[in-house]
T-cell receptor, first 116, second 112 residues
Framework: SAVISQKPSRDICQRGTSLTIQCQVD?????MFWYRQQPGQSLTLIATANQGSEATYESGFVIDKFPISRPNLTFSTLTVSNMSPEDSSIYLCSVRQGADSGTEAFFGQGTRLTVV | AQSVTQPDIHITVSEGASLELRCNYS??????LFWYVQSPGQGLQLLLKYFSGDTLVQGIKGFEAEFKRSQSSFNLRKPSVHWSDAAEYFC??????????FGSGTQLTVLP
């Protein structure tokens, strides 16, 4: 298993500002992902954080809005840039310890973001 | 493309009653299927998973799920619900190493 520490757990931010969310894992993992969970909705994958290279973004998400870093195999950050109220969501870091399709995913406790 | 449908947005059961949460998936090959639970203010916790073999899978907290290929279903069951089971439940399919595809979730309310 993997234990994920995600910070901050919640924040209230002014529109137009940026917030960086940190994800720390207690072991080296192959795959790290960032998800968004809008109020009352399911999880939507934002991007896959690649160690030492640019993240791979899903359709509808761009690097300028959601820059991601992954300097090593245990840490990643997601920045939500130039925020608007529509960015109010829970942001979740997730890891999978293998590249096999059946490897389960572990999740951080999430960052609840409110933009005012 | 893979997809997951959870037809029940909200289910209410009495404590001690049995529970079944429905999940239907669409995937071109043998799917990898998961059930996660999310309690308020928490991340997602894995309840159980199915890869192959026995189609009845046992998980944590007394949950089980049955894979039915003919119906493309992976329903979650529990014989006797506890008040602490109140949460949101997500079914997911993992056909790619890149991501899991989640259903829309089912919110479970447990009445005393």
């Amino acid at each position: 298993s993997a234990v994920i520490s995600q910070k901050p757990s919640r924040d209230i931010c002014q529109r137009g500002t940026s917030l960086t969310i940190q994800c720390q894992v207690d072991s080296q993992v192959t795959m790290m992902f960032w998800y968004r969970q809008q109020p009352g909705q399911s999880l939507t994958l934002i991007a896959t954080a690649n160690q030492g290279s640019e993240a791979t973004y899903e359709s509808g998400f761009v690097i300028d809005k959601f820059p991601i870093s992954r300097p090593n195999l245990t840490f990643s950050t997601l920045t939500v840039s130039n925020m608007s109220p529509e960015d109010s969501s829970i942001y979740l870091c997730s890891v999978r310890q293998g590249a096999d399709s059946g490897t389960e995913a572990f999740f951080g406790q999430g960052t609840r973001l409110t933009v005012v | 493309a893979q997809s997951v449908t959870q037809p029940d947005i909200h289910i209410t059961v009495s404590e001690g009653a049995s529970l079944e949460l429905r999940c239907n998936y669409s995937y071109g090959a043998t799917p990898y299927l998961f059930w996660y639970v999310q309690s308020p203010g928490q991340g997602l916790q894995l309840l159980l998973k199915y890869f192959s073999g026995d189609t009845l899978v046992q998980g944590i907290k007394g949950f089980e799920a049955e894979f039915k290929r003919s119906q493309s279903s992976f329903n979650l069951r529990k014989p006797s619900v506890h008040w602490s089971d109140a949460a949101e439940y997500f079914c997911a399919v993992g056909g790619s190493a890149r991501q899991l595809t989640f259903g829309s979730g089912t919110q479970l309310t447990v009445l005393p």
